[in-house]
């Protein structure tokens, strides 16, 4: 049996209508199959959002990623691999 599971677009849209339009979603393929990633803009909100998106969502495992760095924040160039 397989899930059923929404097109990636489709998904997108359901996400961003029930968990927030500020998050950015994007669909992926991994070794766990089709997941769903929600990254929101601080580790702050990220908790929030955790507690409302389900971990199987719409057919797709979830995720929820956030940006730790801030505008302060020194980033060495040489140190981010391609």
């Known amino acids: 049996m397989t899930d059923k599971r929404l097109d990636k677009d ?3 849209k359901v996400a ?3 968990f927030g339009s500020d998050n950015e979603y994007r669909v992926k ?3 766990m199959g089709w997941t769903l990633y ?3 803009l601080t580790p ?3 908790s929030g959002v955790r507690g409302m998106i389900p971990g199987r969502f719409e057919g797709y495992y979830t ?3 956030h940006t ?3 505008d302060d924040d020194d980033i ?3 140190d981010i691999k391609n």
Do not use: M
Request: hydrophobic share 40%; proline share 0%.
């Open 29 to 31: 393929k991994t070794e």
């Open 68 to 70: 730790s760095l801030r």
């Open 44 to 46: 702050g909100s990220s």
């Open 16 to 18: 961003k209508l029930q």
């Open 10 to 12: 489709e998904v997108i």
């Open 76 to 78: 060495d160039i040489s």
């Open 63 to 65: 995720i929820v990623t």
């Open 38 to 40: 929600a990254h929101v």
